[in-house]
T-cell receptor, first 113, second 115 residues
Framework: GQQLNQSPQSMFIQEGEDVSMNCTSS?????WLWYKQDPGEGPVLLIA?????ELTSNGRLTAQFGITRKDSFLNISASIPSDVGIYFC?????????????FGPGTSLSVIP | GAVVSQHPSWVICKSGTSVKIECRSL??????MFWYRQFPKQSLMLMAT?????????EQGVEKDKFLINHASLTLSTLTVTSAHPEDSSFYIC???????????FGDGTRLSIL
């Protein structure tokens, strides 16, 4: 079945630094989703990407839908302590429905004040 | 918009007890809701898809009789962990989507600890 891989697995950065993480798949996805999960809470949708090559921003976050449709990138600029959490990429298994969404293993981000 | 509420947020109970977790869509109707399980430092694993007015669809390896799902209204789905044992301790998260072509939004999860 479809699988997503995320790298790096974990990151420890200094407050104020920029962060870059990526998500890859062996098969094509038509939509890429980026979620953030704070400790002890459910994931929150950050950015949704619908078109190959699309670059979308949400505040200090920017995500891109790779041209090959097999990867996506998430960048965080000028990190702050509240950016701490686990970032998951995800994509729907089927083109026309979000009924079954595949999640990556996550990238754990720690920000050192 | 698209707020999903989950209750309770934390449950501690004795082995053998049945535990019910509620998932509500607060500002939209959801004909379909989803139940996930998450172990520490791991990703979300889909357990089942809850369908309003019909039987839930369970993922391979998930025991239907162990994890009872009821979706009696367009805004409420419940997951009952029957005769819970310590190995059922986990973080259970529900989600719902406002429409078939829109992303899922998640509740805040329920931390279940079985002693």
């Amino acid at each position: 079945g479809q699988q997503l891989n995320q790298s790096p697995q974990s990151m420890f950065i200094q407050e104020g630094e920029d962060v870059s993480m990526n998500c890859t798949s062996s098969s094509i996805f038509n939509t890429w989703l980026w979620y953030k999960q704070d400790p002890g809470e459910g994931p929150v949708l950050l950015i949704a990407l619908y078109k190959a090559g699309e670059l979308t921003s949400n505040g200090r976050l920017t995500a891109q839908f790779g041209i090959t449709r097999k990867d996506s990138f998430l960048n965080i600029s000028a990190s702050i302590p509240s950016d701490v959490g686990i970032y998951f990429c995800a994509g729907p298994e089927k083109k026309t429905s979000y009924d079954k969404v595949i999640f990556g293993p996550g990238t754990s981000l720690s920000v050192i004040p | 918009g698209a707020v999903v509420s989950q209750h309770p947020s934390w449950v501690i109970c004795k082995s053998g007890t049945s535990v019910k977790i509620e998932c509500r869509s607060l500002d939209f109707q959801a004909t379909t809701m989803f139940w996930y399980r998450q172990f520490p430092k791991q990703s979300l694993m889909l357990m089942a898809t809850s369908n309003e007015g019909s039987k839930a669809t369970y993922e391979q390896g998930v025991e239907k009789d162990k994890f009872l799902i009821n979706h009696a209204s367009l805004t409420l789905s419940t997951l009952t962990v029957t005769s819970a044992h310590p190995e059922d301790s986990s973080f259970y998260i529900c989600s719902a989507r406002p429409a078939r072509n829109q992303p899922q939004h998640f509740g805040d999860g329920t931390r279940l600890s079985i002693l």
